[in-house]
T-cell receptor, first 111, second 113 residues
């Protein structure tokens, strides 16, 4: 298995632009998680899905953030409009049981 | 409310010696604990886990100890190797929360040759 796949690996955009991060979980995993890592807040959970259904989005910072999982093999995290404080590394992870498997992350820079 | 805490942001040890990373939790409902290792520019990778019905789990050079009464767990690495230099995160979950994990802040381990 190729593991969790995230794209793009790096994204540089200007404030106000829309940003879409993509994730392909490991086949057979029924949980999918979106995290954000910053120096100030560490690794924080934004939202997670079970069987493509959002279970808990309480970590999503603002209405500017939205996430979808249209099928078992694809999820997106969208930021619209983006702001400089959104600059961080965004990780996607998937799991079947307790162990989560993380993707390589997307480093987002908003200028 | 930080339910999982790693109070040491960094740890430095000599190659060949033991590394001990500590983690405390406050939520007594947590019943499964994990350690992850993270290298720069990579995602965290699962290292070792322990269920609350055990007090020790060993995998090669890595051993995790759980003290439920103290709500404390530790990761022992022996012998430490320079390639172990990374950020280590502890995480905890509740059976009733499915696969959701609560992470600590991480400890940067540096193993000096």
């Amino acid at each position: 298995d190729a593991g969790v796949i995230q794209s793009p690996r790096h994204e540089v955009t200007e404030m106000g632009q829309e940003v879409t991060l993509r994730c392909k979980p490991i086949s057979g995993h029924d949980y999918l998680f979106w995290y954000r890592q910053t120096m100030m807040r560490g690794l924080e959970l934004l939202i997670y899905f079970n069987n493509n259904v959002p279970i808990d989005d309480s970590g999503m910072p603002e209405d500017r953030f939205s996430a979808k999982m249209p099928n078992a093999s694809f999820s997106t995290l969208k930021i619209q409009p983006s702001e400089p404080r959104d600059s961080a590394v965004y990780f996607c992870a998937s799991s079947r049981y307790n162990e989560q498997f993380f993707g390589p992350g997307t480093r987002l820079t908003v200028l | 409310d930080q339910q999982v805490k790693q109070n040491s942001p960094s740890l430095s040890v000599q190659e060949g010696r033991i590394s001990i990373l500590n983690c405390d939790y406050t939520n007594s409902m947590f019943d499964y604990f994990l350690w992850y290792k993270k290298y720069p520019a990579e995602g965290p990778t699962f290292l070792i886990s322990i269920s609350s019905i055990k007090d020790k789990n060993e995998d090669g050079r890595f051993t995790v100890f759980l003290n439920k009464s103290a709500k404390h767990l530790s990761l022992h690495i022996v012998p430490s190797q320079p390639g172990d230099s990374a950020v280590y995160f502890c995480a905890a979950s509740k059976e009733t929360s499915g696969s959701r994990l609560t992470f600590g802040e991480g400890t940067q381990l540096t193993v000096n040759p």
